[in-house]
């Protein structure tokens, strides 16, 4: 699933292409992937100008010219691609906006990412926790003294970090040298301060390198990102640790793979 550096890679590539940029039509809507349902795309988005594109946790947030803002959300297989209104339509593309030259194509095989309206709606934030790259030490302390959870669960809640998900937890857990299952509440001032130093880490050296792509991640030229071949933890179960040579384990946290070095994350 697309997570923060993934969706920030994208981002980056279509927002100086498509600000200032008027939407002219729409085409093959897929209705079941809009929200809310009913909502007439067809009334709310051809004539009107591309103010700004930004990321807020793994949304893609447009603002328009007349205020108005939607945001897609990629979910686990969803695709964003920029491409000439000459290529060929590939299977599963729900939503093509098309603006002069380009045109912004939305595919999603398993469609659990979407289209959300939300209009002049400014709650759609209120379910968001912070973002991670302008987290504090102290505010982490707060947010994690909250919970009794295993850290890991816990870095995976969007409700306490925003963007984060899977693959850089355990990234970030290994970063920090804290074993995935400690309880959040639990961890030591220390501790804290190395995660959110590790989160950072993770996260910035993970969008230098334009994501992570394990199955379905493309950016929006439809290329893979390349960071996965730096994991330290994530999809290696059973190879040996970059720092100790221990072998990687996996172990199944909130229903959720969790991948982590025995001897380097000690409980
Ligand atoms: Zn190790």
Same mark, same amino acid.
């Given at each position: 699933?697309?997570?923060?550096?993934?969706?920030?890679?994208?981002?980056?590539?279509?927002?100086?292409?498509?600000?200032?940029?008027?939407?002219?039509?729409?085409?093959?809507?897929?209705?079941?992937?809009? &929200?809310?349902?009913? /909502?007439? %795309?067809?009334?709310?988005?051809?004539?009107? @100008?591309? *103010?700004? +594109? !930004?990321?807020?946790?793994?949304?893609?947030?447009?603002?328009?010219?007349?205020?108005?803002?939607?945001?897609?959300?990629?979910?686990?297989?969803?695709?964003?691609?920029?491409?000439?209104?000459?290529?060929?339509?590939?299977?599963?593309?729900?939503?093509?906006?098309?603006?002069?030259?380009?045109?912004?194509?939305?595919?999603?095989?398993?469609?659990?990412?979407?289209?959300?309206?939300?209009?002049?709606?400014?709650?759609?934030?209120?379910?968001?926790?912070?973002?991670?790259?302008?987290?504090?030490?102290?505010?982490?302390?707060?947010?994690?003294?909250?919970?009794? &959870?295993?850290?890991? /669960?816990? %870095?995976?809640?969007?409700?306490?970090?925003? @963007?984060? *998900?899977? +693959? !850089?937890?355990?990234?970030?857990?290994?970063?920090?040298?804290?074993?995935?299952?400690?309880?959040?509440?639990?961890?030591?001032?220390?501790?804290?301060?190395?995660?959110?130093?590790?989160?950072?880490?993770?996260?910035?050296?993970?969008?230098?390198?334009?994501?992570?792509?394990?199955?379905?991640?493309?950016?929006?030229?439809?290329?893979?990102?390349?960071?996965?071949?730096?994991?330290?933890?994530?999809?290696?179960?059973?190879?040996?640790?970059?720092?100790?040579?221990?072998?990687?384990?996996?172990?199944?946290?909130?229903?959720?793979?969790?991948?982590?070095?025995? &001897?380097?994350?000690?409980?």
């Amino acid at each position: 699933m697309p997570e923060l550096p993934e969706v920030e890679t994208i981002v980056r590539m279509i927002s100086p292409r498509l600000t200032g940029r008027k939407i002219d039509h729409i085409r093959l809507v897929r209705l079941d992937i809009v &929200r809310p349902a009913r /909502t007439d %795309l067809a009334k709310c988005l051809p004539g009107r @100008g591309i *103010g700004r +594109i !930004y990321r807020r946790a793994k949304r893609i947030v447009f603002e328009l010219d007349d205020g108005n803002r939607f945001y897609i959300h990629l979910g686990m297989t969803g695709r964003l691609t920029l491409e000439s209104p000459k290529s060929a339509i590939k299977a599963h593309t729900h939503l093509v906006l098309e603006m002069g030259q380009e045109e912004l194509r939305f595919v999603d095989p398993r469609r659990f990412g979407g289209f959300f309206w939300l209009g002049s709606d400014d709650s759609w934030e209120n379910d968001l926790g912070p973002e991670p790259l302008e987290l504090s030490s102290e505010q982490l302390v707060v947010l994690l003294s909250q919970t009794k &959870r295993a850290i890991k /669960t816990a %870095l995976l809640d969007q409700k306490i970090i925003a @963007g984060v *998900g899977n +693959i !850089y937890a355990d990234e970030a857990l290994f970063a920090a040298k804290i074993h995935p299952r400690m309880a959040a509440n639990r961890l030591t001032k220390e501790q804290i301060v190395r995660l959110n130093r590790g989160i950072k880490q993770v996260l910035t050296r993970a969008l230098k390198h334009r994501g992570s792509t394990l199955r379905d991640y493309r950016d929006a030229n439809g290329d893979s990102g390349n960071f996965q071949k730096l994991h330290r933890v994530y999809d290696r179960t059973g190879q040996p640790c970059w720092n100790c040579k221990t072998k990687i384990m996996r172990i199944v946290l909130g229903q959720r793979s969790t991948h982590f070095c025995p &001897r380097c994350q000690m409980r």
